[in-house]
């Protein structure tokens, strides 16, 4: 039985948690696993091929419950975790977060704790994506517009960007409001591009960066690029990550004073 | 049925005729990794490798955004629009899987269950299937547990088979089929009684029965085992949106003052909204109950109101779901265990 195994499995049997969600291998890539028993724990792997953002599940009560849980996540979850705090959508105490560095399964104790992993692990950015980044914003603005208007002609609105995003946890989401509707909901080149450009203002400032939405997509649309970039912008104008969410920070001290 | 033989090297003229003479022509065609349907103006730069396209050929005839009906409002008057006949078009599907071509029994069992659904039908009469047999299959692929099989002729025209790199098997199965050999008569000769389809087929080892799942979801309506096996699964529409056979469909108004149109447009009972009730209640309120849906829709109740399953096997939903929600192995689980 591996450390992981052990460790997690001992969380079940002391009853500190009623449950563990972490990884196992699936279909062709690790995928979430949900352990209910110590035996359960047996399957739960880790390893740099688990990338869901396990994060997701910690505002879904249908299941997580009340109980305390233990997560076992990656370098995105505990980032995830920083900020759904930050956001009052967690009760900590009901949350053991755990990972695995090299051979050793971590507990933080704290969120400190966690920002400073956060700190000092972040991975390398994806190559591809910073590529296709530099190559759009070289395009004129019409150029621009006719890329992403095609880009997104095919999506089908099945919400899989959303769905796979912790952050995106709202009851009930913009384009689902229908009085106004905001978002025309049918699958048209228009409504995509709306729908896209809402989800990404409302990701300014707070996404993680894990590219989670990207990865959901069935179509493989190029949506990782959108909060990318403007996690890129964001901290060029208003600071990085740890300074809050741009859409819901009103300082005195701001600059601009149409507000005031 | 008719048995024809065609020079490998030829099947691309045989398509450039199909494409001269048909108006739209449907085939994979590859973006990046993954391909999908697309309507072609060449015979170059089809796609014959992918397993399957990511999403299915369904939306040849049941489009993902369409027009129910158009309005417009002078004064006490209120003109109506009808789709306009050339929305129409004759179709042929190249290239498809078998269970591309199967996806379509169900389909049109649903839109002709009680109403006739005519834009549905208008579509699909319009459409003419050539199908690929499958000689190898991936990880995802289950249909010879659900009924079909790589070499599958049903719903096809034509079934085209890859015998080796010199002889391509053509199996002309409906008069539609016929029509779209005799657009290049000169490329074909009869098939030797020899020539063994079998063997260029797949091997595709069944999982289970449909029969074996439908018996048990009789019993596995409050099973522990929705809950169980959707824990992971996100809500998303993906897996619907890929499907040949998931025909659930919201209609939306696109009004603009005194015009506007009625929309239909794809919807997935995986979505939380989709059973919601203007009072707030929901019967459907948990994603394990959602899941319940999914799989009792295509391995129950289908079958039992429409004599057809909702499922061909392909696979799709397998692949585009982000959590891996592999519904080969979840219905093996169904099927091997009893839900008492």
């Known amino acids: 039985m591996s450390k992981l195994s052990e460790k997690t499995a001992a969380l079940l049997s002391e009853g500190t948690v009623k449950l563990i969600i972490g990884y196992e291998q699936g279909t062709e890539h690790p995928r979430p696993a949900f352990c209910h028993t110590p035996e359960d724990c047996e399957r739960l792997i880790f390893n740099d091929e688990c ?82 980044i530099e190559k759009i914003d070289k395009m004129s603005r019409e150029e621009r517009w006719a890329y992403w208007k095609n880009a997104l002609s095919t999506c089908v609105r099945c919400y899989a960007c959303r769905a796979a995003c912790p952050l995106c946890y709202c009851n009930r989401c913009i384009v689902e409001d229908n009085c106004p509707q905001w978002i025309e909901p049918w699958s048209a080149p228009l409504s995509n591009m709306e729908w896209q450009i809402n989800r990404i203002m409302h990701m300014s400032g707070r996404c993680v960066g894990c590219g989670e939405c990207a990865a959901a997509c069935p179509l493989d649309l190029p949506i990782g690029i959108l909060t990318k970039k403007m996690g890129i912008d964001i901290k060029q104008t208003f600071g990085g990550w740890k300074d809050g969410s741009v859409l819901s920070t009103y300082s005195i001290d701001d600059k601009e004073n149409f507000i005031k | 049925m008719e048995r024809l033989i065609i020079k490998s090297d030829n099947i691309g003229t045989w398509l450039a005729k199909i494409i001269d003479s048909v108006p739209r022509v449907l085939a994979p065609v590859k973006d990046g990794d ?88 208008q579509r699909y009469d319009k459409i003419a299937i050539v199908t690929f047999a499958c000689t190898s299959a991936d990880k995802c692929c289950f249909c010879t547990s659900v009924g079909g099989g790589p070499g599958n002729t049903e719903g096809s025209d034509i079934q085209v088979t890859m015998i080796d790199k010199e002889k391509t098997l053509v199996e002309v199965l409906t008069d539609k089929g016929e029509k779209l050999v005799a657009l290049a008569k000169d490329l074909f000769t009869a098939a030797e009684d020899s020539i063994d389809k079998e063997k260029a087929l797949a091997d595709i080892p069944a999982k289970f029965t449909k029969e074996q799942i439908h018996e048990n979801l009789a019993k596995a309506f409050d099973s522990p085992v929705w809950k169980a096996q959707s824990e992971r699964c996100l809500g998303c529409g993906a897996c619907a949106f890929v499907c040949p056979t998931c025909a659930c469909f919201d209609i939306q108004e696109d009004a603009h003052g005194n015009h506007g149109r009625r929309v239909r447009c794809w919807d997935s009972c995986g979505f939380s909204l989709f059973t919601q009730h203007t009072s707030g209640h929901n019967p459907r309120p948990t994603q394990a109950t959602r899941w319940r849906q999914r799989i009792m829709h295509k391995f129950s109740y289908m079958p039992d109101r429409l004599n057809v399953y909702g499922c061909t096997g392909c696979g799709r939903c397998s692949r585009a779901c982000p959590v891996d929600m592999n519904i080969a192995e979840h219905l093996t689980s169904i099927a091997n265990s009893s839900h008492e």
């Open chain 2, 34 to 121: 993954k391909a999908e349907f697309k309507s072609i103006k060449s015979a170059d730069g089809v796609d014959y490798d992918s397993q399957t396209t990511i999403s299915s050929v369904k939306a040849a005839a049941f489009p993902r955004t369409e027009t129910l009906f158009a309005y417009e409002k002078e004064g006490m008057e209120t003109k109506l629009y009808n789709v306009a006949e050339d929305n129409f078009v004759e179709t042929v599907i190249w290239r498809a899987r078998p269970c591309d071509a199967v996806g379509f029994k169900p389909l049109t069992s649903i839109f002709n269950w009680d109403y006739k659904d005519e834009l549905y039908n």
């Open chain 1, 51 to 132: 990338k869901n953002n396990l994060g997701v599940y910690l505002t879904k009560k249908e299941i997580i419950g009340e109980d305390k849980i233990a997560v076992v996540g990656n370098y995105f979850v505990i980032k995830t975790v920083i900020q759904l705090n930050r956001e009052n959508q967690i009760n900590l105490d009901n949350l053991v977060l755990m990972t695995v560095d090299g051979d050793e399964v971590v507990t933080f104790s704290s969120i400190d704790e966690m920002q400073q992993y956060v700190d000092t692990h972040e991975p390398a950015p994806n190559e591809k994506v910073l590529a296709a």
